[in-house]
């Protein structure tokens, strides 16, 4: 990048046409490699025992069992020496919320270490969004001229920054059938600056194996998993070989509906090197959202085997109905699970009805699931995904990817098992 000083007092910045650094120093390759924090040694305690203790356990806020939440945006100190320290630290400091909050805070740094100790990763950086993470991870990696290889079916909204925001920035999204890994020997260049993809897919439950992408990608590009729908519980992609792992957090990582976030997991290196672009572009989850998620994470396992139970139960009733055309879920699908790449079959099910009429029916006469997008949360929760989550994809694009008009999404909670079935039920009944 230079830095051109015209006569007319105009600094010009120009354009680079370099790769991306994150993407040009191999940062991202060995996910184990630590941080600058130094990880929390979690490694001889079981997730069960993470989760629950992942508030408080670096015991740098006092004898706390949760942390107290610290909303200020900003941090004093007594000499300007101290602030210049913090500064040249920042990004350990600015991260433990000793500096200002758009740089880190306490509680986002607590839950930051909890989510490394779950994956066994380097480092974690926390975001106000699962999409905030999601397009801050692209930012440092690509720029204009470059491509991205992704499935063909993800969330609606990435599936919007891959088809419309990234080409107008000048970079060009590739979609392929990642079920198919073969297809990469085609489509990756020397342009290609990640694959990416989530397993399973939202909304169709598509399954990918993870290993056979990473042994097509044979270290050229970062292996990019979303796993949102599995949770660090249903699977953890590092240990099939992926270099970075992305969440929306506010599905079943909180769990309650009632906190917004994402998080970037990879090597300390990598972390390092998206820190400043979270600083200047500002996707920070606040201290806020993050004590939610902090109070959260402790029940995620006992909600997730809960909801998981529950899933496998109604999924069966499903598939034994006649109104029923077919039924995603990972444990019908015959490449489940993927070599032990997933720890359970997860609490989502796609179902496909005869129409759009039918589908309306079936989610106006639920009476405990409630007709709301989102998903992971302790409610169940049912959604139509061409009117809502993928309106943005064209329709001829969405049927094909498989989501068709009578295709319905379920979420399932911790409610009652026989409450949930009697509602499942009676709105076949109603078709
Ligand atoms: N990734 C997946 C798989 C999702 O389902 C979602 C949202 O539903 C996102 C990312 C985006 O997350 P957020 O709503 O937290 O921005």
Redesign the pocket.
């Known amino acids: 990048m230079s830095v051109v000083n015209e006569k007319s007092n105009v600094v010009v910045i120009k354009p680079t046409s370099q790769p991306r650094t994150a993407f040009a120093d191999n940062s991202w390759k060995n996910y184990k490699e630590e941080g600058p924090l130094g990880k929390i040694r979690w490694n001889h305690w079981n997730k069960e025992t993470i989760l629950v203790h992942s508030a408080g356990a670096r015991g740098e806020s006092g004898p706390y069992v949760s942390i107290p939440t610290y909303t200020g945006t900003t941090s004093a100190a007594l000499t300007c020496d101290e602030l210049a320290k913090r500064f040249a630290n920042a990004v350990v400091d600015g991260r433990q919320g000793k500096i200002y909050s758009r740089l880190g805070t306490s509680s986002g740094f607590e839950l930051e270490c909890a989510l490394a100790g779950l994956h066994d990763c380097g480092d974690v950086l926390v975001l106000g969004?699962?999409?905030?993470a999601?397009s801050h991870l692209f930012l440092t990696l690509v720029t204009a001229g470059d491509n991205i290889v992704v499935h063909r079916t993800?969330?609606g909204?990435?599936d919007g920054l891959c088809n419309t925001i990234l080409p107008e920035l000048g970079i060009e999204t590739r979609y392929v059938d990642l079920r198919n890994p073969e297809i990469l020997k085609k489509v990756i260049d020397d342009k290609t600056r990640l694959v990416f993809f989530?397993t399973p897919a939202?909304p169709t439950l598509d399954l990918i194996d993870i290993k056979a992408v990473v042994d097509e990608v044979k270290g050229r590009v970062p292996v990019i998993v979303?796993n949102?729908?599995c949770s660090p519980l249903g699977q953890n992609p590092f240990e099939q070989g992926a270099n970075i792992v992305v969440y929306?957090i506010?599905?079943s990582i909180g769990g309650h509906s009632d906190a917004?976030?994402?998080a970037i997991l990879g090597s300390g290196k990598f972390i390092a090197n998206i820190y400043p672009i979270r600083n200047d572009i500002g996707g920070i989850l606040s201290a806020r959202e993050s004590a939610a998620f902090l109070t959260g994470i402790k029940t995620l396992s006992l909600r997730y085997n809960q909801m998981q139970e529950s899933a496998r139960e109604i999924a069966k009733l499903l598939k034994s109905s006649n109104k029923v055309k077919k039924v995603y879920y990972p444990e019908f699908d015959e490449k489940y699970p993927l070599n032990g790449q997933m720890k359970g079959p997860g609490y989502i099910i796609s179902v496909v009805l005869d129409s759009l009429e039918s589908g309306k029916k079936f989610v106006e006469s639920l009476r405990v699931i409630t007709n709301a997008v989102?998903?992971g949360g302790v409610e169940s929760l049912v959604c139509h995904p061409a009117s809502t989550?993928h309106a943005v994809v064209a329709k001829e694009q969405r049927e094909s990817k498989d989501i068709v008009d009578g295709l319905i999404r379920l979420s399932i909670g911790c409610e009652s098992l026989e409450d949930l079935k009697k509602d499942i039920q009676r709105a076949l009944d109603s078709i």
Not at 129 to 132: F, I, L, P, T, Y
Request: proline share 0%.
């Open positions: 969004s699962g999409m905030a999601i993800m969330y909204c990435t989530e939202n979303d949102t729908f929306s506010t599905k917004i976030g994402g989102s998903l989550t």
